[in-house]
């Protein structure tokens, strides 16, 4: 969330909670990290292992992930304008640095080819920095919100609860009997992951009618962090479509000074207040950034569920983020709506940090022409655009939605 500024062959990339979702996600190797059985670990259940898992102390961590996307979509990577960014996740592989102190301080770098974008937190206060602009935004809370926020961080600690609070292991029965339901849970052989023994679980769908084949987590078999997750396409059941995880890994706590960060010299840096929410301001979600008349509905269950969205104003939305600018609406929170026009310029309605990309051609290249609209499809996920104004989504095969949408 940089300033704005005329595209360049440095344009910024987007959001960096793209990015921190990414970095998420990555703790969870790719296949080809050396996936050789250890004969050495005790056999475990698959109950056994998620009880461990949901029961591990948080651990200090640091290491290389590799995130690779093999979904057939489009070559729409924008690194050459860009740098290193969110656009580059939906195809081939992108390489991450990542550091944990097991608390709350972390630190990522997303490494592209001839740039590189950090994410750096303690606590409330973060920082992002993007060699490609040579541009450092800090965020912060305002006082009076920080001192807020250490109480409510203090409560997370040490609960004032009445009655009987479920423990991560009766938490953890309740989810994976829920999964049953719908997906066969059990554990295959362990394997050795970034130079750890580990435990692996598989996550199969009990229905054909999803494009999901199956999921695969493996777990350290000592500190029960997960270190690889793979996902594979009924279109393909030998490469997956979606590898995230350590190629390397450490658990010694990482220097302090990991943490800290100094702009570097000459860099544009621009600091931003976040607003804490008000409790009870997180009101129901809104969709009126979609249309006025947009309602959401779902159907199917499991692995066969499909959003709909109906009266969305395709063509406003694509106009509005093609101009760097926010589509009119509220977020359905407060303090999300003061944090947006924190960053939105109030004249302009420019959002900061948006890419100045033709979004109307990356719609049209990503999608296909259907009868009644246009059609999106990947190796896992299916999105169908109707020509008035309905947008459905699912990792169901296209057939789906179409009968859906009539």
């Not at 979606?242 to 840096?269: I, K, M, R, W, Y």
Request: charged share 25%.
């Amino acid at each position: 969330m940089n300033t704005m500024r005329s595209l360049s062959p440095r344009a910024r990339w987007a959001v960096p909670a793209v990015v921190a979702g990414a970095v998420a996600a990555a703790f969870a190797v790719p296949a080809t990290v050396g996936a050789v059985a250890s004969d050495d670990l005790p056999a475990v259940t698959a109950d056994e292992l998620v009880d461990r898992v949901a029961n591990a102390e948080p651990v200090p961590v640091s290491g290389t992930v590799v995130y690779t996307a093999r979904l057939g979509l489009p070559d729409v990577t924008v690194s050459e304008l860009q740098g290193a960014g969110p656009l580059d996740l939906l195809g081939g592989s992108t390489t991450m640095r990542v550091w944990s102190d097991g608390e709350d301080s972390s630190r990522a770098a997303l490494l592209g080819d001839v740039s590189e974008y950090s994410v750096v937190r303690s606590g409330a206060e973060a920082w992002t920095y993007s060699s490609a602009d040579d541009e450092a935004v800090h965020y912060v809370l305002d006082p009076a919100d920080q001192e807020r926020y250490d109480e409510l961080a203090q409560q997370a600690l040490e609960p004032d609860v009445e009655g009987d609070v479920p423990t991560p292991s009766e938490l953890a029965d309740v989810a994976l009997a829920q999964a049953r339901i719908s997906t066969d849970v059990e554990t295959t052989d362990p394997v050795e992951v970034a130079g750890r023994a580990a435990y692996q679980v598989e996550l199969t769908p009990q229905t054909d009618a999803t494009l999901v084949d199956r999921i695969r987590v493996a777990v350290d078999a000592e500190t029960w962090l997960p270190l690889r997750t793979q996902v594979w396409s009924v279109q393909d059941a030998e490469a997956p479509a979606l590898e995230v995880g350590f190629t390397d890994v450490s658990f010694d706590v990482p220097e302090a000074s990991v943490f800290e960060f100094s702009a570097p010299a000459g860099a544009e840096v621009r600091e931003v207040v976040v607003p804490l929410p008000e409790p009870g301001t997180m009101e129901k979600p809104s969709s009126s950034a979609l249309g006025e008349d947009a309602d959401v509905a779902v159907s199917g269950t499991g692995w066969e569920t499909v959003v709909e969205v109906s009266e969305v104003d395709v063509e406003a939305i694509l106009g509005a983020t093609a101009e760097g600018r926010l589509p009119e609406g509220s977020t359905g929170s407060s303090g999300a709506d003061d944090l947006f026009e924190e960053f939105t310029d109030a004249e302009e309605g420019e959002l900061p940090g948006i890419p100045e990309l033709d979004t109307q051609a990356l719609y049209e290249q990503l999608t296909t022409p259907v009868d009644g609209g246009r059609l999106l499809t990947s190796a896992l996920l299916t999105v169908l655009v109707t020509d008035d104004g309905r947008v459905l989504a699912g990792a169901v095969p296209p057939a789906t939605l179409e009968e859906l949408a009539g």
